[in-house]
T-cell receptor, first 114, second 115 residues
Framework: EADIYQTPRYLVIGTGKKITLECSQTMGHDKMYWYQQDPGMELHLIHYSYGVNSTEKGDLSSESTVSRIRTEHFPLTLESARPSHTSQYLC?????????????FGPGTRLTVT | AQSVTQLDSQVPVFEEAPVELRCNYSSSVSVYLFWYVQYPNQGLQLLLKYLSGSTLVKGINGFEAEFNKSQTSFHLRKPSVHISDTAEYFCAVSTISGGYNKLIFGAGTRLAVHP
């Protein structure tokens, strides 16, 4: 069973607030990812990281930012939340190496901005 | 660019009936294919994967999928479904680009199992 955690699971917050979504994994994976998923839609990659101090933007443009100061921790921050940020955010990680490895997903954070 | 098409957005089926969830992909290079399941209010869980070798892949919970290169398909099957199989199922294709293991997901198929 994958050991990847996300907090909070649900968050309702007002427009303009700063928020941080937490993601942690205990598997020692170097690669971590953030996806955005709207209801009934596919997942879109918004950020990824190969390791500490490495972060890249994904395929879907996002106003959020990420940091990777520790291997196990990959938080996502929105400086000023807007209703358009309402979505589910999923964090994932995968093994290091040149091969193809499956990604392990956390339970997600469902964000609602009012 | 790679893409994944899940041909059915919803599949209703009665309990103990067989089911097939269809997935087609487009790619000009080697492909690695995955099926994930998402139960309500949860993250994604890997059902099975195809990396190489036998084209028939067996996964967890009695699911299996067949990789068909000529038809660029990777359909998911189960011979007899249970109520507990009700969930969203995502097909995904993976490739390595610049050392980055990238997953591209289909839009998902909602499987609804009725008693």
């Amino acid at each position: 069973e994958a050991d990847i955690y996300q907090t909070p699971r649900y968050l309702v917050i007002g427009t303009g607030k700063k928020i941080t979504l937490e993601c942690s994994q205990t598997m020692g994976h170097d690669k971590m990812y953030w996806y955005q998923q709207d209801p009934g839609m596919e997942l879109h990659l918004i950020h990824y990281s190969y390791g500490v101090n490495s972060t890249e933007k994904g395929d879907l443009s996002s106003e959020s930012t990420v940091s990777r100061i520790r291997t196990e921790h990959f938080p996502l921050t929105l400086e000023s939340a807007r209703p358009s940020h309402t979505s589910q955010y999923l964090c994932a990680s995968s093994e290091t190496g040149a091969g193809i490895y499956e990604q392990y997903f956390g339970p997600g954070t469902r964000l609602t901005v009012t | 660019a790679q893409s994944v098409t899940q041909l059915d957005s919803q599949v209703p089926v009665f309990e103990e009936a067989p089911v097939e969830l269809r997935c087609n992909y487009s790619s000009s290079v080697s492909v690695y294919l995955f099926w994930y399941v998402q139960y309500p209010n949860q993250g994604l869980q890997l059902l099975l994967k195809y990396l190489s070798g036998s084209t028939l892949v067996k996964g967890i919970n009695g699911f299996e999928a067949e990789f068909n290169k000529s038809q660029t398909s990777f359909h998911l099957r189960k011979p007899s479904v249970h109520i507990s199989d009700t969930a969203e199922y995502f097909c995904a294709v993976s490739t390595i680009s610049g050392g980055y293991n990238k997953l591209i997901f289909g839009a998902g198929t909602r499987l609804a199992v009725h008693p």
